[in-house]
């Protein structure tokens, strides 16, 4: 059995050798937090993306779509309360100048983890006790501006420290003692400079999420599309955070994207919305292929709200780094639009004919991590099995077994030598098949060794032209998973794809 940093190790890999995911700038030595999607991983992406953009839109009668600009009126950024408290506890050392999130750290010492080697947790709770005072004096001094420490509890479970007493206070890197600084807040939106000039005037973010520009288009939307509550709008894009330590692969980067919904509704049936979108999310993830076992909702305690939401659940998945959050599912009240209107002044009630009655509407938010779900099918398509080789022998096969409808390519084609007019007839069946799906065309090497590069990228069916192709007009279909080969007619392939494929 695989340790979980093992399993994490040859997922890297394997993502860089099969071209799903590249370190950014990975020629003069990357970026922290940065990432870019390969060949595969730009597939398996728009995948994802195109899927939750057919569920939740497309396939719905309720629901819109929007782009928004990244960079916004810097003043929305203070209605929203991100200006004055999106912050995350950072503590510094001041000799290794390492830099960790606060929770983190305190997390990372209970379990008694540290690079330079041994426990730590000994002498631990003289910063921990300080910091605990700082980050609850911190929370609640964000509480009352709106904004939560983020994810204050859905990377790890609930903190609870060790009460051991001590004066040692030991960097988790570079195991100096009493070297870390107090926790300070930190302000994680990115900030740029629009225009000729480089000061204060200038001061632009790049969205920390993609929620503000549908609560800021909320008007246009309602006034342009003629629409009636409950109603929801969507988005799909780019968000970016200045993360104090960028980890675990893909899911805590600084540009990252986002697949999020506001879902407007009359405040009386904001609790029926919530439970209604709280399945839904959940559903989702488990129709494309995460494990139950691994999957769970997890519903916040009264105390882990934020003060303007009314609930709150967390979608989570058992990573091999931890349990984590990929989605959140809340319940915002009027909150957004409340502290939009007053800030600008405009009005941004809904007027409903019927009952004559002008009202804020409540919002509930799936807001959902493209990154993070897709982290989350790779870790789950992972899988080492055994299946023979070219001579029949046994031998160690790793394959990712995606959801057909998440898997980058959806059939290889192989003419199983390259003579005897077996190339051109593969071709053909490869041209006509590319109308209509990702489809890949391999005659290089041994045809076992092109099934084990189909395998590790996630392809479900691999097409053979063989010797018999030539008779009768018939190929063989192998499935990903069950390695099962099925003999089928030449005209029935495109049905065979599109029964299994489910498209
Ligand atoms: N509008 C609400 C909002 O942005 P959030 O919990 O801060 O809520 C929503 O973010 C989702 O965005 C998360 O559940 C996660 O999937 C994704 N996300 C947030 N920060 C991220 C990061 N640094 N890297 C990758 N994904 C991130």
């Known amino acids: 059995m695989d340790k979980p940093n093992d399993l994490m ?112 947790s000994v002498g631990f709770s003289a910063i921990a006790d300080k910091a605990q005072d700082a980050l609850t004096a911190m929370e609640l001094q964000l509480k009352k501006k709106g904004r939560q420490i983020r994810e204050w509890s859905s990377d790890f479970e609930p903190i609870r420290y060790d009460q051991q007493q001590s004066d040692q206070t030991p960097c988790p890197v570079c195991g100096e003692q009493e070297c870390l600084t107090a926790p300070r807040a930190f302000n994680l939106m990115l900030k740029t400079y629009m225009g000729a000039l480089e000061d204060s005037s200038s001061l632009a973010y790049l969205r920390p999420e993609t929620a503000q520009g549908i609560f800021c288009n909320f008007k246009n939307v309602l006034d342009t599309q003629r629409l009636k509550l409950p109603f929801g709008i969507a988005q799909v894009g780019k968000a970016f955070r200045n993360e104090i330590n960028p980890r675990n692969y893909t899911f805590r980067s600084r540009e990252f994207e986002q697949m999020e919904i506001e879902f407007f509704c009359h405040p009386s049936q904001a609790d029926q919305w919530y439970k209604y979108w709280r399945q839904a999310r959940f559903d989702w993830y488990i129709n494309l292929g995460l494990g ?141 098949l590319k109308k209509r799906w990702n489809v890949f065309y391999d005659e290089k090497g041994a045809v076992g060794r092109r099934y084990r590069r189909q395998d590790e990228a996630g392809t479900p069916f691999c097409i053979t032209v063989d010797g018999q192709t030539l008779q009768d007009q018939t190929v063989t279909i192998r499935d990903r998973d069950s390695l099962n080969q099925d003999r089928i007619g030449i005209d029935k392939i495109a049905s065979y794809l599109s029964e299994h494929l489910g498209n």
């Open 9 to 120: 190790d040859k997922l890297v890999s394997l993502c860089k050798r099969r071209g799903f995911i590249f370190q950014s700038s990975e020629i003069y030595g990357g970026l922290n937090g940065c990432w870019d999607y390969g060949p595969l991983g730009v597939e398996l992406k728009r995948n994802v993306k195109n899927l939750w953009w057919s569920d939740v839109v497309t396939s719905r009668d309720d629901m819109v779509g929007l782009d928004a600009s990244v960079i916004m009126n810097p003043r929305v950024w203070e209605a929203s309360g991100h200006v004055g408290g999106f912050a995350d506890p950072m503590v510094d050392c001041r000799k290794c100048k390492g830099r960790f999130r606060a929770d983190q750290l305190y997390y990372a010492v209970r379990q008694g983890q540290s690079r330079h080697g041994g426990t730590v």
């Open 292 to 432: 139950s076992q691994r999957l769970r909702l997890r519903d916040h305690d009264k105390d882990e709200l934020a003060h303007y939401a009314a609930n709150c659940a967390d979608v989570e998945y058992a990573f091999p780094f931890g349990v984590s959050e990929l989605e959140g599912i809340a319940n915002r009240t009027d909150f957004d639009l409340k502290q939009h209107q007053e800030c600008s002044g405009k009005d941004l009630t809904y007027y409903d004919d019927q009952t004559k009655e002008r009202f804020l509407p409540y919002v509930i938010e799936p807001s959902a991590g493209v990154d993070r779900s897709v982290l989350a099918f790779l870790c789950e398509a992972y899988t080492e099995d055994e299946a023979p080789d070219d001579k029949g022998n046994p031998k160690k096969r790793v394959l990712m077994k995606l959801h057909p409808k998440l898997a980058p390519i959806k059939a290889a084609v192989f003419p199983l030598v390259k003579k005897d007019g077996m190339p051109e007839v593969a071709h053909k069946i490869y041209d006509d």
